[in-house]
């Protein structure tokens, strides 16, 4: 088999461990994985690693991505290392880039300073404003650290250090959907996002296993509100401007035929994950015994990447589609979502569905239009943002119309509705 000429692998050069204790981080049980682990990725695993993944990849670039547990721990010079033993093993002609997702806590300004002249990019979590952060994202002690993360992102912007929001959907701040927007927006001057679902199986074991889902898990059509009221501001003001991970991955099933993500594409499992001592697993969410590929340091990381086994991991999450999502219209851009969300049964009893298709199916449906617009403008080589002048103009005949218009008599929109219940409703 043709072993991958490039894939993805988040690092955790801690493990587990964290100085934070979010209610629904699904990482914080792995440690029970490694009950004798240091949790502290050692230089030899570090520097097997990154020789092995430059020696790898055969494209112009390859992504170093830094992840936990909080990967901050290991203090700033295990990342000075790092970026030395990148040059060291660099190749002619291929670009290097790190990423680093960190709760923020303890970046300070020699951090920041370090982080801009390296070029990482950050991912930082934050769950909106103070008291969405709040709801689940505390310290050991319980106590807020929103401040500490809001002083993170400040002095970010001040080192110029590259960072997008990843922010977690869950029970409470998926009632706010725009709130939580505007906050990162307007607030924070923030202009990437990634928003998360969480779907957390009521389980001991942390794995994925048992078709309970805990009550802080965010709600299907609370999902797929949340995205459409974010989508609609979006669409109308910042197309171009602010950068919606999700919306941006729909959109290239639409121009392309597949996404960019791999919850919205056919096959998965180019993403791997890396443990402290150089065990690698099949993927991020699957960090548990029945996904270990194998050791780093026993193993060539090429021949764990391209062994049949991840090869199977990837194909299932087509292969056990219910029939349900086959015959589903948004197929091509959604794929079932991730297989890890699969815990219900569909209409007429068969296994597979995702806890969010209600959701996303409400979402697809609401955003077809819109998405097909800006997918026929980027085939033609015009920006995506166009939209919002056709958007604008569309409006402003609506409200010509409008005023021309009995509330009782049929909307010219087409949509079949009187006036009033219709495009008149908020007039
Ligand atoms: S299991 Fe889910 S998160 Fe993991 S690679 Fe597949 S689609 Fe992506
Ligand atoms: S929207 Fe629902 S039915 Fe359609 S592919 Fe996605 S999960 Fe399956």
Redesign the pocket.
Same mark, same amino acid.
């Given at each position: 088999m043709n072993p991958p000429e490039a894939f993805h692998i988040m690092v955790k050069p801690t493990g587990s461990r964290c100085n934070l204790e979010c209610d629904y981080c699904f990482y914080l049980k792995k440690e029970n994985l490694y009950h004798n682990g240091t949790f502290k990725m050692s230089d030899e695993v570090m520097e097997s690693y990154i020789k092995q993944t430059i020696e790898a990849h055969h494209v112009p670039r390859v992504t170093i991505a830094w992840q936990g547990g909080e990967p901050t721990l290991m203090g700033l010079d295990f990342f000075k290392r790092a970026v030395e033993l990148e040059k060291k093993y660099q190749k002619p002609g291929i670009e290097i880039e790190n990423t680093i997702q960190t709760n923020g806590t303890l970046l300070n300004e020699k951090w920041c300073q370090f982080l801009h002249d390296n070029k990482f990019l950050v991912g930082i979590s934050l769950d909106g404003p103070r008291e969405m952060h709040d709801a689940y994202r505390r310290d050991k002690k319980g106590q807020s650290v929103f401040d500490k993360v809001v002083k993170a992102i400040r002095l970010m912007q001040k080192y110029k250090v590259e960072f997008n929001i990843l922010c977690t959907v869950n029970a409470v701040n998926s009632k706010y959907p725009l709130r939580t927007y505007k906050f990162f927006r307007d607030k924070l001057g923030a202009d990437y996002l990634q928003f998360i679902p969480i779907v957390e199986r009521d389980n001991e074991s942390g794995f994925q296993e048992g078709f309970r889902i805990t009550d802080r898990s965010v709600q299907p059509h609370q999902f797929g509100e949340f995205l459409i009221n974010i989508f609609d501001e979006w669409v109308r003001r910042d197309v171009g401007k602010m950068f919606v991970l999700f919306f941006d991955g729909i959109l290239a099933s639409y121009v392309r035929g597949y996404s960019t993500?791999?919850?919205l594409?056919p096959i /998965? $499992?180019?993403?791997v994950a890396l443990e402290h001592n150089g065990d690698l697993y099949? /993927?991020?969410?699957?960090v548990e015994p029945n996904y270990l590929l194998g050791n780093i340091q026993r193993t060539p990381l090429i021949d764990l990447v391209g062994s049949q086994k991840q090869r199977t991991? $990837?194909l299932n +999450?087509s292969k056990i589609l219910p029939n349900f999502c086959i015959e589903c219209k948004f197929l091509f851009t959604c794929y079932g979502? /991730?297989? +890890?969300n699969r815990v219900l049964k569909t209409p007429d009893g068969e296994s597979g569905l995702n806890w969010l298709c209600s959701g996303l199916k409400d979402f697809f449906i609401h955003t077809e239009e819109e998405m097909k617009i800006m997918a026929d403008l980027l085939r033609k080589g015009q920006p995506a943002s166009e939209i919002m002048k056709i958007l604008a103009e569309k409006e402003r005949q609506i409200q010509r119309s409008s005023n021309k218009i009995g509330r009782n008599e049929p909307c010219f929109c087409g949509s079949g509705l009187k006036y009033k219940k219709c495009h008149g409703k908020n007039s």
């Open positions: 993500l791999c919850i594409r /998965c $499992g180019d993403g099949s /993927c991020d969410h699957y991991f $990837g +999450k979502e /991730c297989p +890890k």
